[in-house]
């Protein structure tokens, strides 16, 4: 089960962080990932992690601005989102996936099953 928290609202320019904390199991088991869903338009794959590594992705629209980071002591994923604009505006939701999707489609997401439920993000101009 994964539980997303920590949106709200934000100016732009501002700075906010998400936490998405697992349970039932130990997260180092799965490749966990961030995706957002702004009204009417398709749910995006934002940024992954790995669940052994740390090897991680970024789409490019948020590449240089949000960092994800992932504390296996706490069964938590973090994505720290800065410089953050009004087109990040959006439902964000983390998501689970096998180890192995970090090395083949980590940002897809019909390749995770698993699903927390959102976060709204709201940043305003």
């Known amino acids: 089960q994964l539980q997303a928290s920590g949106g709200g609202s934000v100016q732009t320019g501002g700075s906010m962080r998400l936490s998405c904390t697992v349970s039932?199991?130990?997260?180092?088991?799965?490749?966990i990932a961030w995706f957002r869903q702004a009204p009417g338009q398709e749910r995006e794959g934002v940024s992954v992690?790995?669940?052994?590594?740390?090897?991680?992705y970024y789409s490019e629209s948020v590449k240089g601005r949000f960092t994800i980071s992932r504390d296996n002591a706490k069964n938590t994923v973090y994505l720290e989102m800065n410089s953050l604009k009004p087109e990040d505006t959006a439902v964000y939701y983390c998501?689970?996936?096998?180890?192995?999707?970090?090395?083949?489609?980590?940002?897809?997401?019909?390749?995770?099953?698993?699903w927390g439920q959102g976060t709204l993000v709201t940043v305003s101009s």
């Open positions: 039932g199991s130990t997260l180092d088991q799965y490749t």
């Open positions: 998501a689970a996936g096998s180890s192995i999707v970090i090395m083949t489609y980590p940002l897809d997401r019909y390749q995770y099953k698993n």
């Open positions: 992690i790995g669940g052994s590594n740390d090897v991680a």
